[in-house]
């Protein structure tokens, strides 16, 4: 196994990083092998690796387009990879120490309208389509609770709870929190659920404590990339506009319009499952300039 390899086992299962979060460090660590070696990947060998080999990487990567903030992703996967082989006394000195990561520009998260949503969501579709009913609940949990795709996709059958109006869900680092949800959604749920069990091909073993509480035709589990698809298709079609139709936008969305409506920040803080509330303050922002960018019917009156 090379040290990458034992790198990211280490952070697999001796740190708990989550699949994605092993896979991001894959990609990046593999990028910079690949650069390093040119295209001999097997031939690398860490320990020789010099802070200004480094650096050349850094400077393809701006020269090559990379935005500010996808830079400073890839400078942080080589800087902790360092700092492992430093531990494992596989190397003196980290070369990766004296990386400057260069600082993201501020981007204000995109949303949909609260009225998009609600055209999308109060359409017309075929009750007895499984797709049909699954896609827009997709849809509707996302909005309606502001959860991550990869938390949709890992939501279990047993965490949610249509009696109570709740549901828990298992963030980053493992991290669970408990959001609420109103009767509409609770009243999809059962739907959605009466038409998957009422299959045999895509029923839920209640018994099964681990079984998926949202599940494809065949009844095996989401994946990303559909996810992304179903949000994407029914956000174009019911004429939303944003800059990307994506599962995050929801999420952003769902953030944008609680603060709007008049709720805390802390709160939100907890319902998205933020560590630093620093995080969620941004959506301060993107209420202030969705405010700022609507006419005041007053501006137009003659005052003379």
């Not at 179903?230 to 609680?258: C, D, N, Q, W, Y």
């Not at 560590?275 to 005052?303: E, F, G, M, R």
Request: glycine share 6%; aromatic share 6%.
């Amino acid at each position: 196994m090379n040290k990458i390899e034992q790198f990211l086992s280490h952070i697999s299962l001796e740190l708990g990083y989550s699949a994605l979060t092993v896979d991001a460090y894959r990609r990046d660590l593999h990028q910079w092998a690949d650069y390093a070696t040119g295209g001999s990947l097997e031939t690398l060998v860490p320990e020789d690796v010099t802070f200004s080999d480094l650096r050349l990487w850094v400077a393809h990567l701006a020269g090559s387009g990379s935005s500010p903030r996808t830079i400073k992703r890839k400078v942080s996967a080589l800087r902790a990879f360092y700092r492992y082989l430093l531990r494992q006394g596989d190397i003196s000195v980290n070369p990766a120490s004296r990386l400057v990561l260069p600082k993201p520009s501020k981007t204000l998260p995109v949303n949909v309208r609260p009225e998009e949503t609600s055209a999308i969501l109060d359409a017309n579709i075929p009750h007895d389509d499984f797709a049909a009913v699954r896609d827009r609940l997709i849809l509707d949990i996302l909005y309606s609770t502001g959860m991550r795709c990869s938390e949709l996709i890992g939501l279990r059958d047993a965490d949610v709870d249509t009696v109570k109006g709740e549901l828990k869900v298992l963030g980053k680092r493992n991290k669970e929190r408990v959001i609420p949800f109103g009767p509409e959604l609770a009243e999809a749920i059962d739907a959605y659920r009466a038409m998957r069990d009422s299959s045999p091909l895509t029923s839920v073993c209640r018994a099964d404590t681990s079984a998926p509480l949202m599940v494809r035709d065949n009844g095996e589990q989401l994946y990303r990339k559909m996810v992304y698809n179903v949000v994407h298709r029914m956000l174009s079609k019911g004429g939303a506009h944003a800059e990307r139709l994506s599962p995050h936008v929801l999420r952003h969305s769902f953030a944008t319009h609680l603060l709007e409506q008049g709720t805390d920040l802390h709160t939100i803080q907890e319902l998205m499952g933020h560590n630093d509330i620093k995080t969620t303050s941004i959506y301060l922002h993107v209420t202030s300039a969705h405010k700022s960018s609507i006419p005041n019917p007053l501006d137009s009156l003659d005052n003379t």
